[in-house]
Every structure is written in C-alpha cells, then in structure tokens.
C-alpha cells in the first residue's frame, strides 16, 4: 500500500510520501538508542513539563489536526476535535500520574530494605492503525515516554500526515531529538525493526492478522509486545433498561467513527420483552443518521478510511443477506464520489454468516433476540474476540452476572464501551493481550526491578578471623 494521503470523501490522491531508505531508518533507529541513554535519566518533574507542554500544544492547534484526520481518513469533524482534546487529556494524566504509578513499592521481607522499582527499558516500536490516527498514538507515547522509553511510530499508510504532525508536536513540546519519531515505512519493513537489537519491545493496535504477525517476529526475538486487535462487541439490552438511553446510545455506539472502532458495539443481543420496541426506534435513529462531508458540523456518519474497507463492508453485508439475513435499513454503498455507506441494520442473521463471525468496520449494525439472560450471555461469548461488552439493566443480579460472566477486557453496565486514560484497556481472546492506560498501562514496557539489600551492622565486620 503506498504511503498517501487520498481523501476518502473524494477519491483524490492529495500527497504522496516516499519511504525512508534503510540508510534512513538506520540512523533513526541509532538516534533512538542515543537518545534513551540521556532520557532515561531524566526525572519525572522534567518529563511533566515536556508532557504538558505536548498537551498545551494539541490544544493550540485542534482545528487544524481534526481537519487533517478529516482529510485523511474521514473522521466527521466534530469527532476529530474530540479525539484531539482526548489526546491531551492522556498527556495531562500520565504528567500527573506517572511518578506515583511508578514509585518504589516497599516490601516487607527478611532483609534490612527490600522494594520493587520500575525502570524504562529502551526504544519500543508502535504499529499503528489509522481509524483514531492520534488518540491510538498518545495513549501509547504519553505513558511509554513519562516511564523514561523512547517511541517509534510506524503507523498506518493511509495517514502519514497525521504520523508527521505527532512527531511535530512532541518537538515543539521540547523533547530531546529523537525521543519520539515517526517512521515512513510500509509494512514489509516492520520485522527488520522489530528484530533490530535497539528496539526493546512493540505494541500493535489493528487487525488480529497484523496482530499474529507481529506477536510471532517479536516472539522470536524474545522481546515483549502488547496487542489490541479487532472486536465484536455485544450490547446487551434486558426489560429493565432504560429504553431512551439505550436506545440513543445504541445508535452513537454502532456509528462512532462512521463505524469504524474496535470497540464500536456491533451486536445488539435484545430481551424478546423489549426487541420490538427497541427495533423499531434503533431502527427509526440509524435511518435519520446524516451521511457526507466530514468536514461539515452537521455530519454524523462520513466515508469509510479506504475503497477497500467500503468492499469489504459491502461484502460481508450481501453475503450474509444472500444466506438469510434481513435488511432492515441501508445495505447498500452510496452511489457518489467517496467511500460511504448506508447506516445499516440486519436481523434474523445466520450463524455462519460472515457479519455473524467477522468484525465489519463499517456503520453495519446486528439485531438478535435473547430470551433470557441465559441466552443472552451466551450470545455474547459465542464469538473469538474479547475487547469490550455493554450491557443495559437496572437489575443489581443482572448486573453482577453480566460483570462475572461476560468474556471481555472491559464491561460497561449502562454506558457505551470507551476507552479512558484513567482506566486499563485491553482484550483476552483473539482481541489481543496486555494492557494500554491506567496504572496497568504504564507498567507494560518497564523492567519490573526486585531490590533485596541486606545493610550491615555498625562496628561488625563480614570476616571470620
């Protein structure tokens, strides 16, 4: 895939970027290593100040970056400014937190002082994807870089602007040349980074084949990763929910970002008591949905990122409605310019269907039935991913079972699944492993030290005579 900038509102290649030579990446990879030998000893009131400066300097220039993610990969505009005052939001948490999440831990044992201490262990690379072509970025960097670690950006080809302005920021933020860099490169020169032995470890956020195929070429070198992959989300809807605001968050659930989220919910497991009526009002919001130009206030759903990405939604919808599923709305790409797709809602969907089974990346949402609460949970699990799970009930038993029984990194009881800097996020299954965020996050790409120091007493000597 060649590294561009193609406005998928449009089709136009705007801005084409050549790959760097491996001579080129050399020497960032050499500044890198240079780099964290002087950073790592950096103290946390330093870091705070850069990271804070990072976040004064996302804010300064919102409008401008939320029109580049527009450009790039379709974001609505609205949600593009949000996801930039989301990445400053990170930056000012870990500027706070970082030094109390990585404080010495005291342990009480046989020896005079014995404690836990957290040290950055070198240069780790981040394999990105484009669909929150910032936030993914900042809640990797701000933590990997207030532990003390340098970062390495390959991120998607589709937004290599984005990838460049990241850069940008953290310069003018003040840090040292080469803690933070971004390199232009495709996707056939990842391994020879990860195996390079001046990278120290990689986190991968995207598809779950992009996630085996980095997780095997750092597992051969023995160097840790962190990966968070696709999701089929479910969103559990039981009689005592409360019908408005399942209903609407629903909707905003299935469409952020046109669709096009991992943690996007995109199973609707619904009681029999209350499927008619939800249908019909989840059905009635998606309809009334504004599909066009990401760049105006008044657009709830854009183009999807790549003309392929559009293929591949069109599909997996007509061939699940070929083996049975119902249409009951959109289902159809949009005949204009750009990328863009119907909001779409199926039911009766057969099990072996591909929207049944695959994620789909796109504002395709699908209805099920549960007649108990049994069936619901169970409905819920019958998939390989595990990211997130919401569930709609006011039922403090419902509650407790759906906490225990839901087979997801995360469970949101009345509220739509999303991630927050304060908060650990991650999958089990097919959905990845480790964790971004929170005190859990920053602790992933540290040297976990043991200290064990058994002081001697005063006046006494170690020798026998």
């Not at 930056?91 to 990585?102: G, P, S």
């Not at 933020?173 to 390199?183: K, M, R, V």
């Not at 089929?232 to 299935?254: C, G, H, L, Q, Y």
């Not at 069109?314 to 061939?319: A, H, I």
Request: glycine share 8%.
């Amino acid at each position: 895939m060649p590294i561009a900038t193609i406005n998928p509102a449009t089709g136009e290649t705007l801005q084409t970027f050549e790959s760097l030579t491996q001579s080129q990446l050399d020497d960032k990879l050499e500044l890198a290593a240079n780099t964290f030998r002087t950073y790592r000893r950096t103290s946390f009131a330093e870091r705070e100040a850069l990271m804070l400066r990072a976040a004064e300097a996302l804010e300064a220039d919102k409008s401008r970056l939320a029109q580049l993610m527009a450009i790039e990969m379709g974001k609505p505009i609205k949600g593009a400014v949000q996801e930039i005052e989301k990445c400053a939001l990170v930056c000012r948490y870990y500027a706070e937190m970082a030094k109390r999440h990585l404080a010495d831990q005291v342990v009480e044992t046989n020896a005079t002082r014995s404690y836990v201490h957290f040290q950055p262990i070198g240069p780790v690379l981040a394999v990105m994807p484009w669909n929150f072509p910032f936030w993914q970025v900042f809640r990797f960097a701000a933590p990997a870089l207030m532990a003390g670690n340098v970062g390495l950006l390959k991120h998607a080809s589709n937004v290599p602007q984005c990838a460049l302005a990241i850069e940008r920021i953290f310069q003018q933020a003040g840090f040292p040349d080469g803690a933070f860099q971004t390199l232009l490169i495709g996707s056939d020169l990842v391994e020879s980074v990860i195996g390079d032995r001046r990278v120290t470890a990689a986190t991968l956020t995207g598809s779950e084949p992009a996630g085996r195929s980095v997780a095997s070429i750092a597992g051969k070198q023995i160097k840790k990763t962190v990966l968070e992959l696709g999701g089929s989300d479910p969103f559990i809807v039981m009689p005592s929910a409360n019908m408005d605001e399942a209903v609407t968050t629903a909707v905003k659930a299935r469409t952020i970002n046109s669709g096009q989220s991992c943690i996007a919910a995109k199973r609707f497991i619904v009681s029999t008591d209350v499927y008619p009526e939800f249908e019909r009002r989840f059905v009635e919001e998606m309809k009334a949905l504004r599909v066009g130009d990401p760049l105006k206030d008044s657009t709830d759903v854009g183009p999807l990122a790549t003309e392929q990405i559009l293929t591949d939604v069109d599909t997996q919808v007509r061939t699940s409605v070929a083996a049975g599923a119902l249409v009951l709305c959109g289902g159809n790409r949009l005949e204009r310019a750009g990328n863009f797709y119907e909001p779409t809602v199926l039911a009766n969907i057969p099990a072996d269907s591909p929207v049944s089974c695959e994620e789909v990346f796109g504002p395709v949402a699908m209805l099920f039935r549960a007649r108990t609460i049994d069936d619901a949970i169970e409905m819920a699990n019958s998939t390989n991913f595990g990211l997130g799970a919401s569930a709609w009930t006011k039922d403090p038993q419902e509650q407790s079972r759906f906490i225990e029984e839901l087979e997801a990194g995360c469970v949101f009881i009345n509220g739509m699944v999303a991630s927050d800097p304060r908060l650990p996020f991650g999958g089990i299954k097919n959905s990845g492993y480790g964790r971004e965020l929170g005190e859990f996050g920053i602790r992933e790409f540290v040297n976990i030290k043991t200290v064990w120091i058994n002081e001697q007493q005063t006046g006494q000597s170690d020798r026998t005579e």
